[in-house]
């Protein structure tokens, strides 16, 4: 967990250092920021939705909110 926060420190870092300059670098580091949340999202995904055998969404269980898959 701590290498996340390190990761987590590291890439707002990269946010706040690049704002306003105009290089391209703060593109990249939202780049950056975002295919760390895409991953953060693949593996919530993968821990509370399981599909069936080809891969589709599970129903919901009563009472289960759609918005945790």
């Given at each position: 967990?701590s290498?996340d926060?390190?990761?987590?420190?590291?890439?707002?870092?990269?946010?706040?250092?690049?704002?306003?300059?105009?290089?391209?670098?703060?593109?990249?580091?939202?780049?950056?920021?975002?295919?760390?949340?895409?991953?953060?999202?693949?593996?919530?995904?993968?821990?509370?939705?399981?599909?069936?055998?080809?891969g589709?969404?599970r129903?919901?269980?009563?009472?289960?909110?759609?918005?945790l898959?």
């Open positions: 967990m290498n926060t390190e990761t987590h420190h590291a890439l707002l870092s990269a946010l706040k250092a690049a704002e306003g300059k105009g290089d391209g670098s703060f593109e990249r580091a939202v780049t950056e920021a975002f295919a760390h949340v895409f991953e953060h999202l693949g593996r919530l995904n993968n821990h509370v939705s399981v599909g069936g055998p080809d589709e969404d129903h919901l269980k009563p009472g289960e909110s759609s918005t898959r």
